[in-house]
């Protein structure tokens, strides 16, 4: 980064950006201590930091649209090791939280559309689509999405990244490492795992090469750290939904799992989820529920259906239901166990093969097995998603199984996670209560 | 191949001579490996009346290469095999391997082989311990442990078939066969045993008239696999002469040769050396050098991408391929189906409009 673009860089995003950001955060945590100010009879309060969540977010967008004054920008799948980026100094987008939020704001359809007039298929994964829209037309919610210099895609969460990823090399016509992690139908070989932690040494090489300067080690175990701890953190953050009533649904976690999944290994992410949890355990000293009354309890599997959130969440909360886990949001806690900081690259090899869509289904279900029983769970939703099918096939034979097995209700619920086409409100609302019905006998 | 013998028979007289079966899935794996053990892999591409048993399973998103082989499992039509081999082709097979280990009584061992997505020598030294692993695993099973000269000797009768079936494919559009005739015999690749395919597709190569010129429009067929076979007759129908193949049931698996003295090491090379193809992952800029290359040494005038409904790994890169194609002056087409039912008027329609363009 050359002077004149560093002092560029520290004045739009250190100085005015920052300021500005912590002005709107300020005001919303004024607006939310205000009495009256949240309405919702059904749904507590969002929690207080909630204002500060927004700032973590909205100043990782801004990094990226000033990141071309001299920082190299990587594109990234959610379940791609992301240390190594992140101590070699790399500006990190994940194109999927991305998609996500073009989601949330509605408009992922039109986005997807652009896809499809571009010739791709309406059957592809709606974040591929959202994304690929989004590129063809400029078109974000976000102001500005920087250009990667290096694109990493790692096939532990389904095979589609690795065409659209594919897709975005030939477009951009920058370097693709890919991390292939062999899927795990059973438990994990040694060979896979040497298999994946050569690549990471490969994909060091070609960072390093990009970004024009060398992996620091002691930068690398320290990103580690911060990884473990946030996704520590994180675990404790959703275990705090075991506690009756639950202080955060998974509705909620599926928007504060944004730093888990795009700010990891950075010091702010740890800072924001220890004040997260300091909160919720504060809840839970007082009983104060996420869904004020709380009658039953649901766990959910899949993707969230990211335009129709709101919608899921209030119309359970009417009915007294909190869902209080998802395999979804666990998935970002469930390894730190294996993140090692002082064996960063081979602790790297091991956790990045162990996500939960890198596994079978077999090990899907004892997931929803063991989470009905610790977060005392009265039923399951099952989101069928047409566009994620590394998630959703097994879910049939998964929820006849648990019904059976635990007698507990599970409903396949099907949607799309981020193309509003496939949801029709009315069809769901009367899928919804009848299972509801059926919870509540 | 008039005489050539159906699956079933081949099944049967395998079975006599006391051998065993195994059902394999799409796309890639080593049939020198199997064969090594006295197992014939018998592939399952799911098309033919395999009904919708796999519904009872399987979301309606799920492509019909997968809910065509379920149905065939659940159905009983794959009784004889012994033993079930997934390769890991794709998140559906992905899925339907994981189904049959987890939720689905496969009734049968289950074998998945996964495949790196990547070329490079740790790609390459994976690949060659996961043949490893299932040699091990059909050792196990069989009771017989091959020696590296068994595994070289079936290696070799397997490159013996392939280049039989490449000189078949050199030729596709030449020899006067209808599409559908030619496609029975190059797919007789999918259950003969290796030099039984080489007896028999080099006998068809001699026996059969050879045409200056192809007789049709030139044209390159791409997909994953030409089902229901009403598709060629279509073709044949709207005067197309397809001259080139990149099915991943055929084309796809011309394989490279290998010399590599260990016999994994062979393998292993040998399936990542193939033609480059979506379900390999491949990167796009080869998949379409590949095709117009293709293209240009057949003199193709269009190209028919005759894609499995639901289909990733095939629908990322059609847009690029068709681009690139018609940047080559190449017609294209893109149809969509599900190989369980029989093909559209429509289609028809569509594929005669192509062909009018280029009368
Ligand atoms: S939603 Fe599913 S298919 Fe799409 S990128 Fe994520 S894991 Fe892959
Ligand atoms: S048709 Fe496509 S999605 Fe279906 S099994 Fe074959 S490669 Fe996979």
């Known amino acids: 980064m050359s002077l004149a673009n560093q002092l560029r860089y520290h004045l739009n995003v250190s100085i005015v950006g920052n300021s500005v950001l912590r002005l709107q955060r300020w005001q919303g945590e004024w607006q939310m201590s205000r009495p009256g100010s949240w309405q919702n009879a059904h749904i507590a309060p969002p929690v207080a930091v909630a204002p500060r969540l927004k700032e973590l977010i909205s100043r990782h967008y801004l990094k990226g649209q000033y990141a071309h004054l001299g920082r190299k920008v990587a594109w990234v799948t959610s379940g791609a090791p992301v240390e190594f980026l992140v101590a070699l100094g790399y500006f990190v987008l994940y194109p999927e939280n991305h998609a996500a939020v073009c989601g949330i704001r509605r408009m992922s359809e039109s986005l997807c559309t652009a896809a499809e007039d571009a010739g791709y298929s309406p059957d592809l994964c709606s974040y591929a689509r959202t994304d690929i829209g989004s590129v063809l037309t400029g078109k974000t919610p976000v102001g500005k999405v920087p250009r990667p210099d290096v694109l990493v895609c790692c096939t532990n969460i389904c095979q589609t990244v690795l065409f659209w990823y594919r897709v975005l090399a030939h477009h951009f016509n920058v370097p693709l490492i890919v991390i292939d992690t062999p899927f795990l139908y059973t438990e994990a070989t040694e060979r896979a795992v040497a298999y994946v932690k050569a690549q990471l040494e490969d994909a060091v090489i070609v960072a390093e090469r990009v970004a024009g300067r060398s992996l620091g080690f002691d930068k690398l175990k320290q990103a580690t750290r911060y990884s473990r701890q946030a996704c520590e953190l994180w675990m404790k953050i959703m275990e705090c939904g075991q506690h009756r009533p639950a202080p955060i649904t998974a509705f909620d976690e599926f928007f504060h799992m944004a730093p888990i999944v795009e700010m990891r290994g950075e010091a702010f992410t740890v800072d924001y989820y220890a004040a997260l949890l300091a909160e919720l355990e504060q809840r839970k000293a007082n009983n104060i529920g996420a869904v004020t009354v709380e009658s039953k309890r649901l766990l959910w599997d899949n993707l969230p259906v990211w335009h129709r959130v709101r919608w899921l969440s209030e119309m359970l909360a009417e009915r007294q239901v909190a869902l209080v886990a998802s395999t979804y949001t666990n998935a970002w806690g469930e390894l730190a166990h294996l993140v090692d900081p002082e064996r960063p690259m081979e602790s790297a090899a091991t956790v990045y093969l162990h996500p939960i869509l890198n596994r079978g289904t077999g090990h899907k279900l004892k997931t929803m097995r063991r989470m009905v029983d610790d977060y005392q769970a009265d039923g399951v939703i099952l989101h069928s998603d047409r566009s994620c099918k590394p998630y959703s096939i097994g879910q049939i034979g998964q929820r006849n199984r648990l019904a059976d097995e635990l007698g507990a209700p599970a409903l396949l619920l099907e949607a799309d996670h981020n193309d509003p086409r496939a949801f029709s409100n009315e069809q769901v609302a009367t899928r919804l209560s009848a299972f509801l019905e059926l919870l509540e006998k | ?359």
């Not at chain 2, 395998?14 to 195994?22: D, L, Q, V």
């Not at chain 2, 080099?202 to 008239?209: A, D, F, G, K, P």
């Not at chain 2, 010129?213 to 397809?242: F, H, K, M, Y």
């Open chain 2, 1 to 359: 191949m008039d005489s050539t013998p159906t699956r079933t028979q081949v099944i049967a007289e395998h079975k006599r001579s006391g051998g065993r079966i195994a059902a394999v899935f799409p796309v890639h794996y080593s049939r020198a490996l199997f064969r090594a053990f006295n197992i014939l892999p018998v592939e399952v591409w799911g098309g033919g009346r395999t009904g919708n048993a796999g519904d009872a399973h399987l979301q309606a998103y799920t492509c019909s290469v997968v809910r065509g082989v379920l149905s065939a499992h659940l159905t009983g039509m794959l009784r004889d095999a012994e033993l079930y081999c997934v390769p890991h082709t794709c998140d559906s097979l992905q899925g339907l391997g994981s189904l049959f280990l987890d939720l689905v009584d496969p009734g049968r061992p289950v074998i998945p082989i996964y495949l790196p997505r990547d070329e490079g020598p740790a790609a390459v030294a994976f690949m060659a311990s996961e043949l490893r692993a299932i040699y091990d695993r059909l050792a196990e099973l069989t009771g017989s442990r091959p020696s590296d000269a068994d595994l070289q000797r079936a290696i070799d009768r397997e490159c013996e078939a392939d280049s039989v079936l490449a000189a078949m494919l050199e030729l596709q559009g030449r020899l006067a066969l209808p599409a559908r005739a030619f496609y029975a015999a190059a797919r007789s690749r999918e259950y003969l045993p290796a030099e039984q395919f080489a007896a028999a597709g080099r006998r068809l190569l001699e026996t059969t008239v050879r045409r200056e010129e192809p007789a049709g429009v030139p044209i390159l067929l791409s997909g994953i696999v030409p089902e229901p076979e009403e598709i060629l007759d279509q073709l044949d129908a709207a005067g197309a002469s397809i001259v080139a193949d990149d099915m991943a049931c055929c084309g796809r698996r011309n394989y490279a040769m290998s010399t590599n003295s260990d016999p994994f090491g062979r393998m292993a090379e040998q399936i990542l050396g193939g033609p480059p193809d979506s379900t390999r992952g491949v990167a796009v800029e080869r998949r379409l050098a590949h095709l117009l290359s293709l293209a240009s040494a057949r003199r193709v005038r269009a190209a028919v991408f005759y894609e499995v409904k639901f289909c990733e790994p095939e629908a990322f890169y059609l847009p690029q391929l068709r681009r690139g194609l018609e940047e080559a002056g190449i017609k294209t087409l893109a149809l969509e189906v599900d190989i369980s039912e029989r093909p559209s008027h429509q289609i028809a329609t569509r594929i005669e409009a192509l062909l009018e363009t280029l009368a």
